[in-house]
């Protein structure tokens, strides 16, 4: 089990970039694929992107493909996803967690506090 720890969101126009961090507090971060997910209010939490436990995989949703670039960092307990031309529809509250496959690990109540995007037109 690893706490983990979002940062990085913040308020940005259209066509801007941002870079979300997450955070671990021990040397377990390196046993566990990683990905992003995000929520807007009344809706489910979303697959963004994943990346393997050593970083050599990386997936990707659809939507934000040729955008969005996840990396990790196994010295540093650091996971990132490099956010290029945001729009609107990419507001949203941003979570990181452990993962296999597109599902998270830890259940329903895995989730940590988020980091918040927001996008102006």
């Known amino acids: 089990q690893v706490q983990l720890a979002e940062s990085g969101g913040g308020l940005v126009q259209s066509g801007g970039s941002l870079t979300l961090s997450c955070t671990a507090s021990?040397?377990?971060?390196?046993?566990?694929?990683l990905a992003w997910y995000r929520r807007t209010p009344g809706k489910f939490f979303e697959f963004v992107a994943g990346i393997s436990r050593v970083g050599g995989v990386a997936d990707y949703a659809d939507f934000v493909k040729g955008r969005f670039t996840i990396s990790r960092d196994n010295v540093k307990y650091l996971l990132s996803l490099q956010m290029n031309n945001l729009q609107p529809e990419d507001t949203a509250v941003y979570y990181c967690?452990?993962?296999?496959?597109?599902?998270?690990?830890?259940?329903?109540?895995?989730w940590g506090k988020g980091t918040q995007v927001t996008v102006s037109p």
């Open positions: 021990d040397y377990n971060f390196a046993k566990f694929g």
């Open positions: 967690n452990a993962v296999i496959g597109r599902g998270i690990l830890g259940g329903g109540d895995s």
